[in-house]
């Protein structure tokens, strides 16, 4: 299983790891970036990033349930936001520490961005994950 950690000489990261070791011998999922549309490929909530987040990790968890994972086996996500503002962020980031990520903890890249793939998109999560 994986082996989370924070360097107590490190300023202490808000709800994330500073590492994650994973032993030998587990196979790891590499997974695509998560986006928020449901299953007929319809935007869920336009204008809204909090919603999207949930979305976002609905189907996040939907794809490592998939693969015999799950998001308590998440052992690094990063993390995009179409934002500019540092409230929009911690918006998103509050909503991810309230999933089943925050079990972790694992590790995590928060970062705003210009924009994402699909239109109307305001966030995608990659993510690594151990398979059960």
């Known amino acids: 299983m994986a082996r989370h950690s924070t360097v107590p000489t490190l300023f202490p990261p808000p709800g994330y790891a500073h590492a994650a070791v994973v032993e030998a011998g587990q196979q790891l999922a590499f997974m695509a970036g998560s986006v928020p ?12 990033p909090l919603l999207q987040t949930e979305q976002v990790l609905a189907n996040l968890e939907e794809a490592l349930r998939a693969i015999g994972s799950g998001l308590s086996l998440v052992v690094a996500t990063t993390v995009y ?3 500019d503002t540092p409230e929009t962020l911690s ?7 309230a999933s089943g990520l925050g079990a972790g903890p694992h590790t995590s890249t928060l970062l705003g961005v210009g924009c994402l793939g699909y239109p109307g998109q305001l966030v995608e999560i990659t993510a690594t994950a151990v398979v059960d």
Do not use: T
């Open 91 to 97: 918006g998103v980031w509050q909503v991810v520490r």
């Open 81 to 83: 936001v179409v934002a």
């Open 37 to 48: 549309l449901d299953a007929a490929g319809k935007l869920v909530g336009p204008g809204d």
